[in-house]
């Protein structure tokens, strides 16, 4: 990894699983974020992210594959048990292979400027079958404001990040 | 009780907070909502088909040529 990138904090999920995985007070001394996730939920696997708390002002486009099909789709942001918000990725599923996790490195630039906040991801699944997901997601939270925090959720109703699920937030500067 | 994890940057320091009642309603309130939007989605989808299809059907298309045609 590039020596610009520099890890700002990382959060490994306990026993029991969390609803929602959230980074505050994220300092604005740098060009441009990265999230790592390794992740699994108890459920779909759709990973959601939420700026500054904000349930509105989000769109998307998605391109994704199964293993044997393709998709894309483009929305005014995603309505899932969180509300609003950036479809994220997708992490591991309860139906997944027992013990294996999602990956999905999440880009957020120009993360403390004063125009529309912009964000991509790739992320895919684990699965010792034909299915398995794979996606790509761009979107933008039309909002001026500086993101001092990122939030992630799981996209089911009552969804969890089961145990051992982790994310690591990045500051990178651009020397 | 659910919980979610707050990580403060500024400290490093990871809480894990259970959701309040309002949270937690919210929540729900949400999901319902996402029911609701998805059916009326799969809804639309669903007459915006028959209505090709009775299209296809005037025109004396198979729903593999129709399909062709459109693809």
Not at chain 1, 137 to 144: E, H, K, M, Q
Not at chain 2, 3 to 19: A, I, Q, R, Y
Not at chain 2, 25 to 49: F, I, L, P, T
């Amino acid at each position: 990894m590039a020596t610009t990138y520099k890890a700002i904090a990382t959060v490994t999920v306990g026993s029991g699983g969390v609803t929602s995985i959230s980074f505050s007070n994220i300092p604005q001394t740098y060009t441009d974020l990265v999230i790592l996730v390794s992740g699994r939920t108890d459920g779909s696997g759709n990973m959601c992210m939420q700026i500054n708390g904000s349930t509105t002002s989000y769109s998307q486009i998605r391109l994704g594959g199964t293993g044997s099909s393709v998709y894309t789709n483009t929305s005014t942001g995603q309505s899932g048990a969180s509300g609003n918000s950036f479809l994220a990725g997708i992490s591991g599923a309860s139906s997944n292979t027992a013990n294996t996790f999602g990956n999905a490195q999440i880009y957020i630039p120009n993360y403390t400027g004063d125009r529309y906040k912009v964000g991509s991801s790739e992320s895919n699944q684990e699965n010792n079958a034909t299915t398995a997901y794979m996606e790509l997601f761009a979107g933008v939270w039309s909002n001026t404001s500086p993101v001092t925090s990122i939030t992630l959720l799981t996209y089911d109703t009552g969804g969890k990040f089961v145990q051992y699920s982790t994310a690591t937030l990045y500051g990178i500067k651009n020397t | 009780m659910p919980t979610k994890l707050v990580v403060d940057c500024s400290t490093g320091v990871t809480t894990e907070v259970e959701l309040t009642a309002e949270e937690i309603a919210q929540m729900e309130a949400d999901a319902e909502a996402a029911a609701q939007a998805k059916a009326e989605e799969e809804a639309a989808a669903a007459a915006k088909q028959a209505e090709k299809e009775a299209i296809a059907a005037r025109l004396g298309l198979s729903a593999e040529e129709l399909s062709t045609l459109l693809s």
